[in-house]
């Protein structure tokens, strides 16, 4: 029911001690602002840890959360795990669907179960397994990219070229993760399709100057191209949305998301990953495919708020 949780206390948290706290403060403070400006009564909260999460709770008693955090620990399941044992209602995915699409590896696998194509890749245990004898044996053609699986916003990935670039890049990924991705770099269109409550968005295509979506390319202002709709085909346009929402439906997803893909060409595209709880500044990626269909920024804010349940009954 479409404002629903009109002159009841809402609980926005944000921050979170990942590595993208400092992207989560922006999401945080974009979506406090558009309750806010449709007439809600938001209380913010600067998660900074698990106990001092629990107190600021107890002393606010909302009656709903909305999740602005991103990564580990906000992304992950491990926030939502909490808001169903405090039987605190709370926005986008339940525990299954965070951690499933946090981890790059095993929503992977899932994403091939249900015939979406995804990029060749092996995996690497830092935790169990030397980095040398990986390297020795690993059969794949450079260029490959080395994710840490459980990461986001680009952080302590690498694009590796040449064989001897592959130890060092495991270290770097292995800052993040000891469940590291080793994928095949694909050429392409990078393309994005966001989803608000089972609406699958128009593809996004993103043009970053620099030729790689990192960090940099990702937050800096004028970095990157947006263009919506995406220069691709009505077809793939079509398979795309499909495939997202496949996905989203598979891991049980509820809310706002984001998933990538990479189009090499016009008949074949890649998923790459989805984002259980993407960016939403005004800049970010959804609020911009949003727009290109008439969804403002404060609708799709209180089109998530509207949403927020316990998943565990
Ligand atoms: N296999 C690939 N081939 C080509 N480019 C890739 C590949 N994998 C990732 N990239 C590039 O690296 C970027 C980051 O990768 P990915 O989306 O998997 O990780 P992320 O850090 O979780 O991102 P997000 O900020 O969306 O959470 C992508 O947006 C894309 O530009
Ligand atoms: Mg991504």
């Known amino acids: 029911m479409a404002g629903k949780w009109k002159g009841k206390k809402i609980a926005v948290l944000m921050g979170g001690v990942s590595k993208e706290r400092e992207i989560s403060l922006r999401t945080g ?6 309750l806010r400006r449709r007439g809600y009564d938001v209380v913010a909260i600067d998660v900074q840890g698990g106990d001092a999460l629990v107190a600021a709770l ?9 999740i602005a955090l991103h990564g580990k620990f906000g992304e992950d399941g491990c926030v939502q795990g909490f808001l169903e044992m405090m039987r605190i209602p709370y926005t986008g995915g339940g525990v299954l669907a965070s951690s499933v699409g946090m981890d790059k590896i095993v929503c992977k696998r899932l994403a091939e179960e249900l015939g979406i194509p995804c990029p ?8 169990k397994n030397s980095a040398d004898g990986f390297v020795r044996e690993l059969q794949m053609k450079m260029p490959v990219i080395v994710k840490p699986s459980r990461e986001g916003s680009t952080i302590n990935m690498t694009i590796v070229k040449e064989p001897s670039e592959l130890a060092p890049a495991l270290k770097t990924a292995a800052q993040s993760d000891n469940k590291i991705l080793v994928e095949q770099y694909l050429p392409g269109r990078e393309i994005t399709v966001g989803i608000i409550n089972g609406q699958t968005l128009p593809p996004l295509e993103i043009a970053p100057k620099s030729g790689f979506y990192d960090y940099k390319s990702k937050y800096t202002k004028g970095a990157t191209e947006y263009i919506v709709p995406a220069r691709i085909g009505a077809g793939m346009a079509e398979k795309l949305q499909r495939w997202t929402h496949k996905i989203y439906s598979a891991i049980d997803c509820d809310g706002t998301s984001r998933a990538d893909f990479i189009v090499p ?4 595209a890649y998923f790459l990953e989805i984002n259980t709880i993407p960016g939403m500044t005004e800049l970010s990626l959804v609020p911009k495919a949003a727009a290109h269909i008439g969804i403002t920024f404060d609708e799709i804010c209180e089109r998530l708020l509207d949403g927020a349940k316990l998943k565990v009954n």
């Open 29 to 34: 403070n974009a979506i406090s602002e558009g």
């Open 58 to 66: 107890q002393d606010a008693r909302p009656d709903a959360a909305v």
């Open 120 to 127: 060749r890749d092996a995996v690497f245990d830092a935790s």
């Open 265 to 268: 060409s016009d008949d074949e």
